[in-house]
């Protein structure tokens, strides 16, 4: 089985300050994680994942399989951060194939000015 | 092309009744998937196309849940028997994927509220 798990429902930070959004997850074999962003009245969508090591919009994440987790990280926090944060796995089907993401229950970032 | 197109938006029902949301894909797209979330959780995992076949389905797919793909292109999802319990939001989403997970892009959601 495949779970996700974001311990955290809000996160409020002010503009210019740090942010960690946690990211645990279950899955024994080698998964693939991702971040998924929900703006306000927008449609979810991908931010990143780890298989691309990139930095997008300032938010890196690293997949941490000794301790399964893939906290997602920006060291300045804007206000336009404000949004839904939902991360997700998706685990192998198969040899080579890969399951449909499982998603955590989400983190909502409110970044105060 | 507007993205993955779901309708209808909104769809309130009395219990027992039966319901069908559509979901247009991007075009080319040879995966679809349908999600559903409820308040203060993430979207969960019904089940996902790959062309027009079937690939995987959830638990929570119970037999009043039906979904096809008839052409590979669009999709439709059938709840008969409406129960409270199936209100929620009803997310499609679609990827371009060969072998590994795509970017899925997902549509605006048919929200379904059962009286």
């Known amino acids: 089985a495949q779970r996700v798990t974001q311990p955290e429902k809000l996160l409020s930070v002010f503009k210019g300050a740090p942010v960690e959004l946690k990211c645990n997850y279950s899955?024994?074999?080698?998964?693939?994680l991702f971040w998924y962003v929900q703006y306000s009245r927008q449609r979810l969508q991908l931010l990143l994942r780890h298989i691309s090591r990139e930095s997008i919009k300032g938010f890196t994440a690293d997949l941490n399989k000794g301790e399964t987790s893939f906290h997602l990280k920006k060291p300045f926090a804007q206000e336009e951060d404000s949004a839904m944060y939902y991360c997700?796995?998706?685990?192998?089907?198969?040899?080579?194939?890969?399951?449909?993401?499982?998603f955590g229950s989400g983190t909502r970032l409110q970044v105060q000015p | 092309d507007t993205g993955v197109s779901q309708n209808p938006r909104h769809k309130i029902t009395k219990r027992g009744q039966n319901v069908t949301f559509r979901c247009d894909p991007i075009s080319e797209h040879n995966r679809l998937y349908w999600y559903r979330q409820t308040l203060g959780q993430g979207p969960e995992f019904l089940t996902y196309f790959q062309n027009e076949a079937q690939l995987e389905k959830s638990r929570l797919l119970s037999d009043r849940f039906s979904a096809e793909r008839p052409k590979g292109s669009f999709s439709t999802l059938e709840i008969q028997r409406t129960e409270q319990g199936d209100s929620a939001m009803y997310l499609c989403a679609s990827s371009l994927t060969r072998g590994g997970t795509g970017e899925l892009f997902f549509g605006e959601g048919s929200r379904l509220t059962v009286l």
């Open positions: 997700a796995l998706s685990g192998l089907y198969g040899d080579t194939g890969r399951r449909a993401l499982t």
């Open positions: 899955y024994s074999g080698s998964p693939e």
